[in-house]
C-alpha cells in the first residue's frame, strides 16, 4: 500500500516563503517520479513541478518557474517543494503524487497513479 502524506503547508504573507515535504510509503519511491499538483476552489488540479527518480531532470509550470523549486531525498522517502516569492495566487491545496509508469516527463493528473491528502497553502496579500 503506499500513501503519500504531505506536510508544511500555512498562512505566509506575500513575498515570503514555504517549503512542503511529501513522505512517502512503498519500496520503490527511489523508481518513481513525484510531482506537486495544486488546486484552487472552483478550479481544475494543474500541475506544478515533477522530479525525475534520480532528480537529474525537473519540470516547472510556467507559473513556478524561477520561484519554485522541486527536489527529493531518494534515502529518505521524501519529495520537497520549496516556494519562494509567494503570491496571493498561489493559494490552493497542494499534493503531492507519484507516477510508476515509467519515464519522468508528468504533468497530467491521469499520468500519476498514487496521490496524498493535501495541503493547504494561504498567501495573504
Known amino acids: 500500500q503506499v500513501q503519500l502524506v504531505e506536510s508544511g503547508g500555512g498562512l505566509v504573507q506575500a513575498g515570503g516563503s514555504l517549503r512542503l515535504s511529501c513522505a512517502a510509503s512503498?519500496?520503490?519511491?527511489?523508481?518513481?517520479?513525484m510531482g506537486w499538483f495544486r488546486q484552487a476552489p472552483g478550479k481544475e488540479r494543474e500541475f506544478v513541478a515533477v522530479i525525475s527518480w534520480d532528480a537529474l531532470s525537473t519540470l516547472y509550470a510556467d507559473s513556478a518557474k524561477g520561484r519554485f523549486t522541486i527536489s527529493r531525498d531518494n534515502a529518505k522517502n521524501t519529495v520537497f517543494l520549496q516556494m519562494n516569492s509567494l503570491k496571493p495566487e498561489d493559494t490552493s491545496i497542494y499534493y503531492c503524487?507519484?507516477?510508476?509508469?515509467?519515464?519522468?516527463?508528468?504533468?497530467?493528473?491521469?499520468?500519476?497513479?498514487?496521490w496524498g491528502q493535501g495541503t493547504q497553502v494561504t498567501v495573504s496579500s
Open positions: 503524487a507519484a507516477s510508476s509508469r515509467g519515464g519522468w516527463y508528468r504533468n497530467r493528473v491521469y499520468e500519476y497513479d498514487y
Open positions: 512503498g519500496r520503490s519511491f527511489s523508481s518513481w517520479a
